[in-house]
């Protein structure tokens, strides 16, 4: 079954960079009929798509965010991973990793599931 | 980008009762390229319906999604205690991916 598990600092400091990892287990990030993305959801507020990549290494991302994120794929290690620079207290979410089917091959684009528990963080000074 | 406006913003309904949530999209959405998740307080989102009609597996058969091009509809036909939760719509035409603002179903 495949479970997805995020992880990383549950604090950043204004300014700086947060990074975090989803590690994949049950199944292979190597597979070529899945995007993996990221979803954050601030506290007490509705979900924000953030960015997603492939396993080959094309991404696409939410132009409200692509000048401040990366996401890289490791499949030596079964993990994909988010960074988001120049963090506000705007970022501060609960940050979750999902996978995606890929539905067409004319469209990167997809449902998510299933997703990890996610991880809460906070930018605070 | 495709805004998704979902209403009601809260359903108060009694176990047993069926409900209906809509979810209006700013643009065609093609293909009937729609999801809904149901979100309860501490877990994550977990997909419902996806392609507008389509249950995921292991989603019982009271939750139904039907609509097309803009407006979108899941019902579920009679509401069981785990039922009373956050219900999001997400569509997938077009990027950026972007979610509804939710709909409470709460116990009256």
């Known amino acids: 079954q495949l479970q997805l598990q995020e992880s990383g600092p549950g604090l950043v400091k204004p300014s700086e960079t947060l990074s975090l990892t989803c590690i994949v287990s049950?199944?292979?990030?190597?597979?070529?009929?899945?995007?993996w993305g990221w979803i954050r959801q601030p506290p007490g507020k509705g979900l924000e798509w953030i960015g997603s990549?492939?396993?080959?290494?094309?991404?696409y991302f939410n132009p409200s965010l692509r000048s401040r994120v990366t996401v890289s794929v490791d499949t030596s290690k079964n993990q994909f991973s988010l960074k988001l620079t120049s963090v506000t207290a705007a970022d501060t979410a609960l940050y979750y990793c999902a996978r995606q089917d890929i539905v067409a091959t004319t469209s990167p684009f997809s449902w998510f599931d299933p997703w990890g528990q996610g991880t809460l963080v906070t930018v605070s000074s | 980008e495709i805004v998704l406006t979902q209403s009601p913003g809260s359903l108060s309904l009694s176990p047993g009762e069926g409900a209906t949530l809509s979810c209006w999209a700013s643009?065609?959405?093609?293909?009937?390229?729609l999801a809904w998740y149901q979100q309860k307080p501490g877990q994550p989102p977990r997909l419902l319906i996806y392609?507008?009609?389509i249950r995921a597996t292991g989603i019982p058969d009271r939750f139904s999604g039907s609509g097309s091009g803009t407006d979108f509809t899941l019902t579920i036909s009679r509401l069981e205690p785990e039922d009373f939760a956050v219900y999001y719509c997400q569509q997938y035409a077009g990027s950026p991916l972007t979610f509804g603002g939710g709909t409470k179903v709460e116990i009256k």
């Open positions: 643009q065609f959405v093609s293909s009937g390229y």
């Open positions: 049950g199944d292979s990030i190597r597979s070529n009929r899945y995007y």
């Open positions: 392609g507008a009609s």
């Open positions: 990549i492939h396993q080959s290494g094309n991404t």
